[in-house]
C-alpha cells in the first residue's frame, strides 16, 4: 500500500529526496507524514503534509528538509538538503488516519518499508 523509495548513500552537505507512493484508497483525505528510525533510537517525526497542503516539521529540520505532496498521483516527497551524518536513519512514510495530523506514530496508520539513508562524513 506504500512504497517509500529513494534513500542512499550521501555525503554530508548533499542532498536527496524521498518518495512515497501510496494506493488512492489508503491516502484519499488524509494527511502523510515522514518518520525515522537510527539504529539503536526510537522511531521519530520528520515532518508531515496535511489534506490541504500544510505542512509541519521536526525542530531538527531546521529549513533544512521540506514535503510536498501530488494528490492527484498519491504521492508524497521528501527533499532533505544539507543532510548531516546525524540523518542516517531509515526513513518511513506513513499515511495519516485523518486529514490533520501532529507528530505522534498513533495519529497515523498505514506505514510502508522504509528506506535507508546514509550519510557519510
Request: aromatic share 12%; net charge positive.
Amino acid at each position: 500500500q506504500l512504497q517509500a523509495s529513494g534513500g542512499g548513500l550521501v555525503q554530508a552537505g548533499g542532498s536527496l529526496r524521498l518518495t512515497c507512493a501510496a494506493s488512492k484508497r489508503t491516502s484519499s483525505n488524509n494527511a502523510m507524514g515522514w518518520f525515522r528510525q537510527a539504529p539503536g533510537k526510537e522511531r521519530e517525526f520528520v515532518g508531515r503534509v496535511n489534506w490541504s497542503g500544510g505542512t509541519y516539521y521536526a525542530d531538527f529540520v531546521k529549513g533544512r528538509f521540506s514535503i510536498s505532496r501530488d494528490i492527484a498521483k498519491s504521492t508524497v516527497y521528501l527533499q532533505m538538503n544539507s543532510l548531516k551524518p546525524e540523518d542516517t536513519a531509515v526513513y518511513y512514510c506513513a499515511v495519516g488516519t485523518r486529514p490533520y495530523t501532529g507528530r505522534e506514530p498513533s495519529e497515523y496508520r498505514y506505514w510502508g518499508q522504509g528506506t535507508q539513508v546514509t550519510v557519510s562524513s
